[in-house]
Nanobody
Framework: QVQLVESGGGLVQPGGSLKLSCVAS????????MGWYRQAPGKERELVAT????????NYADSVKGRFTIWRDNVERAVYLQMASLRPQDTAVYYC?????????????WGQGTQVTVSP
């Protein structure tokens, strides 16, 4: 029922760009903070960027500030991540995340992930 479907990953050269998309269904999208996380082999999953449910306040990891941009469309029920100036260190599986914003301990959901590989 609940789905977060990511797309847009792939293989790019250093310095290249990719746009990731996450389309949500099965829940009230506008009531959820959204975010992108990533996990590289042998490493912990880390926050990349988040965007709030209604204020559209954003937060970025220091490693991606100035290079990545997150935005959302509550009508399309989608969140996007534009990635530019990609580095090999950005290689990871990128996951879409939803967090209910109206209560502590509310529902949260994860997408299946999409692979981003930055390599010559």
């Amino acid at each position: 029922q609940v789905q977060l479907v990511e797309s847009g990953g792939g293989l790019v050269q250093p310095g290249g760009s990719l746009k990731l998309s996450c389309v949500a269904s099965g829940f009230q999208f506008a009531d959820y903070h959204m975010g992108w996380y990533r996990q590289a082999p042998g490493k912990e999953r880390e926050l990349v960027a988040t965007i709030d449910d209604f204020s559209y306040r954003t937060n970025y990891a220091d490693s991606v500030k100035g290079r990545f941009t997150i935005w959302r469309d509550n009508v399309e029920r989608a969140v996007y991540l534009q990635m530019a100036s990609l580095r090999p260190q950005d290689t990871a599986v990128y996951y879409c995340h939803a967090q209910y914003s109206r209560a502590i301990g509310g529902a949260q959901y994860w997408g299946q992930g999409t692979q981003v590989t930055v390599s010559p």
